[in-house]
T-cell receptor, first 113, second 111 residues
């Protein structure tokens, strides 16, 4: 299995631009999570989906952030417009019930200039 | 609300044992986890323990759970330089798969 796949691995953009991060969960997993990691705030859960339905988006910082999961094999996290304080590593993770073990992708390092 | 606390930094010498500690507040936690994050990588699950267990051992790793005190520890025997990483404690108390993570403990292993 290829594991959780995220793209791009690195993204550098200018303030005000739209950024779209992509995630392909492990096949058969029915839960998907988006996290943000920074030195200042550590690892934060932004939103998670169960069976493609958003369950809890209370961690999404602002209306500038949105996430979708159109099908079981794909999810996006969009930031529009982006700001320098959005610079962070964004992780996607997937899980399949049971012990709630989450498998993390390699992350997307976002830099907003 | 739910909270997970860890010390931020631990330094040990190669060959020594490392003990990383974690406390949590949610008494309804069902599973508790230890994740490892190496530089530039995502989090990797090391081990987990069900809340009705006191101890779990897996090769060099030993997890101890004191449910009364809501205290979890990870012991790494014969610590190697390759064990240098950030270790995250996490707890889960729902069927949704949502985890609450601690802030991570940076383990530095000196040769």
């Amino acid at each position: 299995d290829a594991g959780v796949i995220q793209s791009p691995r690195h993204e550098v953009t200018e303030m005000g631009q739209e950024v779209t991060l992509r995630c392909k969960p492990i096949s058969g997993h029915n839960s998907l999570f988006w996290y943000r990691q920074t030195m200042m705030r550590g690892l934060e859960l932004l939103i998670y989906f169960n069976n493609n339905v958003p369950i809890d988006d209370s961690g999404m910082p602002e209306d500038r952030f949105s996430a979708k999961m159109p099908n079981a094999s794909f999810s996006t996290l969009k930031i529009q417009p982006s700001e320098p304080r959005d610079s962070a590593v964004y992780f996607c993770a997937s899980a399949s019930g049971g012990a709630n073990e989450q498998f993390f992708g390699p992350g997307t390092r976002l830099t907003v200039l | 609300g739910e909270d997970v606390e860890q010390s931020l930094f631990l330094s040990v010498r190669e060959g020594d044992s490392s003990v990383i500690n974690c406390t949590y507040t949610d008494s309804s936690s069902t599973y508790l986890y230890w994740y490892k994050q190496e530089p530039g990588a995502g989090l990797q699950l090391l081990t987990y323990i069900f809340s009705n267990m006191d101890m779990k051992q897996d090769q060099r790793l030993t997890v101890l759970l004191n449910k009364k005190d809501k205290h979890l520890s990870l012991r790494i025997a014969d610590t190697q330089t390759g064990d240098s990483a950030i270790y995250f404690c996490a707890e889960s108390s729902s069927n949704t798969g949502k985890l609450i993570f601690g802030q991570g403990t940076t383990l530095q292993v000196k040769p």
